[in-house]
C-alpha cells in the first residue's frame, strides 16, 4: 500500500495517521466543515473535505470516500472505530473498488455484527455462552417458558444492538411481556432489527474482553485480556490490562476460547472477543467487535505492539511474525476516558471551548487526543477529547501514576470526566479489585464525588496553609528596633 485514506476524525484518526507515517505510507485524511482545522487533518499528508457537519452528511458517506479514494489513487482504507468501522456493507464496496479494506472481511463482519447470528457460529466449539436462548424470540409464552427454565432475573438483549440500546432486565414473570415490547420497539428504532433474544441475568459481571491478531493465512493469536467493568451507561470509561481477577491459568483458557472465536468466522485483522465473567469466574462469550477498540492504547503498553500497525501489515499480504509463545506481559497499563461530561449531572455532554487544555507529560505516560487548546467540541460527535494512558510496573503503581496524571491535565472550558476518574482510582474497590459493572450504580452518586471534590479542597487548602507558616519560620520579617547606626546619625 503507498497511500491509505483514514475515514474517521478526533483522536484515532490522529494515532493511526502517525502509525502511516511511521511506516514511510502517504496519507488522506477526510473531515467534516465542523473539523476543517482539526489536528488529524493538519497532520495528513492530503486532506479532502466530506461535507457538512452531521455525520451522515460527512464520515458516513461511504460513497463520497470510495470515490475520493479513486480519485487521489488511495489503495487502502482505515476506518478506525465507529462510524462506518463495521458496516458490512461498506467493506464489500471498498472490497469492489479494489481498494483494501483495512479491517476484517464484510462475511466476518456480518455474522459478527449480529449477536444471535455470531452464538450459532461459535457453538460448535464448545465455548462458553450464558444460559438462554440463542435464536429470536417474539412470542411471550417461549419467552415465559425458557425465562422459567433458566430463572429469574433474565436479560432481554436486541441482536444488532451495542451500548446498552434493546437491552432490558426483567426480575419477574410479571414483567416480562411489557419489557419483551419495550425491548423489540427500541431494537427497532435503533439498529432497524427488532430481533431479541433471552439469557440469564449474571447479577454480578465482570466484563473482561481479549484481544485478537489474526492474519490472511489461518495464524490466530491472542494479546491477553482487558478489563473493562468500570462503565457508564453501559459504556466503557474506564480500561486496564492484566485484568486484577485473571490467574495465568484462566488467562490461558479464555485467550485460547476468543482465537477459537476468530477461527470460528475466518477471521482477519484485529478484533476483541468480549466475555461475561461471573463471579466464581466463570466466563461467557458476548459479542466480538471487528474493528480496532477505543482501548487498544493498553494492550499496546504491556505487549509492546503498534496494534494498527499490524493491521495494516496484514491487509497488505503479510504474515504475522509473532507467535503466541512470543508474547510477554510488561508491567500493568490502565486508560481513562476523558470524555466532555459533566460527571455531576448524569454525565451529560458538556459542549463549549477548550479554554485550556495542557497534559500531563512524564515516563510512562501517553496521551491520544484529537484536540488543541482553543478549540470546540462539536455538539455532532461523541464527545471524546482524549484517552490518557499510563504504564507502572505494577497495578499499584500504575494507579498512582494516573492519579497523579489526572492531578496535572489541566482542561478549563468544558466538564470532563477528570473528577470521576479521580473518584474510581481512589476507591477502595477498585483499588483492591473487587467490583463489576455495576461500579457506578453501586459506589458513585454526584453528591459523593461533590464530597470528594470538597474533603480534596480541604486538604489542599491546610497543606498551602502549612506551607506557608513553615516558610514564616525560614524567613523572618527584620524586628522593628532601632539600630546601632540609627542611634550613631540619632547623635
Known amino acids: 500500500m503507498q497511500k491509505i485514506l483514514v475515514a474517521n476524525r478526533g483522536e484515532i484518526a490522529l494515532r493511526i495517521l502517525r502509525t502511516i507515517k511511521k511506516m514511510g505510507i502517504r496519507s488522506v485524511a477526510v473531515y467534516s466543515e465542523a473539523d476543517r482545522n482539526a489536528p488529524h487533518v493538519l497532520f ?8 457538512a457537519a452531521p455525520s451522515n452528511q460527512s464520515y458516513l458517506d461511504g460513497d463520497k470516500i470510495i470515490a475520493f479514494c479513486k480519485e487521489l489513487s488511495v489503495d487502502g482504507i482505515h476506518p478506525g472505530y465507529g462510524f462506518l468501522s463495521e ?32 452464538k450459532e457460529c461459535v457453538k460448535k466449539y464448545d465455548i462458553p455462552m450464558v444460559p438462554g436462548i440463542d435464536k429470536a424470540i417474539e412470542d411471550i409464552n ?30 419477574s414473570e410479571a414483567d416480562l411481556e411489557e419489557q419483551m415490547q ?86 482477519v485483522s484485529t478484533g476483541t472477543v468480549e466475555f461475561l465473567m461471573d463471579e466464581q469466574l466463570n466466563f461467557y462469550f458476548l459479542e466480538m467487535n471487528t474493528r480496532l477498540q477505543v482501548e487498544h492504547p493498553v494492550t499496546e503498553m504491556i505487549t509492546g505492539l503498534d496494534l494498527v500497525e499490524e493491521q495494516i501489515k496484514i491487509a497488505r499480504g503479510e504474515k504475522l511474525t509473532i507467535r503466541q509463545e512470543d508474547l ?39 496521551i491520544d487526543d484529537g484536540y488543541e487548546e482553543g478549540m470546540t467540541i462539536p455538539i455532532y460527535y461523541d464527545p471524546l477529547i482524549a484517552k490518557l494512558i499510563v504504564h507502572g510496573k505494577t497495578r499499584n503503581e500504575a494507579i498512582e501514576m494516573m492519579l497523579k496524571a489526572i492531578k496535572n491535565f489541566k482542561i478549563e472550558g468544558v466538564e470532563t470526566t477528570l473528577p470521576f476518574g ?39 487548602a491546610i497543606v498551602a496553609l502549612k506551607y506557608w507558616m513553615d516558610k514564616q519560620k525560614i524567613v523572618k520579617p527584620v524586628e522593628n528596633k532601632s539600630t546601632s547606626w540609627k542611634r550613631r546619625l540619632a547623635k
Open 142 to 171: 417461549i419467552a415465559k417458558k425458557i425465562a422459567t427454565e433458566i430463572g429469574y432475573p433474565v436479560l432481554l438483549k436486541a441482536s444488532a444492538g451495542g451500548g446498552g440500546k434493546g437491552m432490558r432486565i426483567v426480575n
Open 44 to 51: 495528513a499528508d492530503e486532506a479532502v473535505c466530506l461535507g
Open 422 to 460: 479521580s473518584f474510581v482510582f481512589e476507591h477502595d474497590a477498585f483499588f483492591t479489585g473487587n467490583f463489576d459493572t455495576h461500579f457506578v450504580n453501586n459506589y458513585y452518586t454526584p453528591g459523593k464525588l461533590k464530597e470528594k471534590q470538597n474533603a480534596n479542597a480541604e486538604i489542599a
Open 87 to 118: 458496516n458490512a456493507d461498506f467493506a464489500q464496496k471498498v472490497e469492489d473498488a479494489g481498494i483494501n479494506f483495512i479491517g476484517p472481511g464484510p462475511d466476518a463482519m456480518r455474522i459478527m455484527g449480529s449477536k444471535l447470528a455470531a
Open 328 to 366: 510477554k506481559m510488561n508491567g500493568h497499563a490502565i486508560e481513562l476516558r476523558v470524555y466532555a461530561e459533566d460527571p455531576l449531572n448524569n454525565f451529560l455532554p458538556s459542549i463549549g471551548t477548550l479554554e485550556t487544555y495542557k497534559k500531563p507529560t512524564g515516563t510512562g505516560i501517553r
Open 182 to 267: 419495550r425491548a423489540i420497539s427500541e431494537a427497532k428504532s435503533a439498529f432497524g432489527d427488532g430481533s431479541v433474544f433471552l439469557e440469564k441475568y449474571v447479577s454480578s459481571p465482570r466484563h473482561i474482553e481479549v484481544q485478537v491478531l489474526a492474519d490472511k493465512y489461518g495464524h490466530v493469536i491472542h494479546c491477553f485480556e482487558r478489563e473493562c467493568s468500570i462503565q457508564r451507561r453501559h459504556q466503557k470509561v474506564v480500561e486496564e490490562t492484566p485484568s486484577a481477577i485473571i490467574t495465568p491459568e484462566l488467562r490461558k483458557q479464555i485467550g485460547e476460547a476468543a482465537v477459537m472465536v476468530a477461527k470460528a468466522c475466518n477471521y
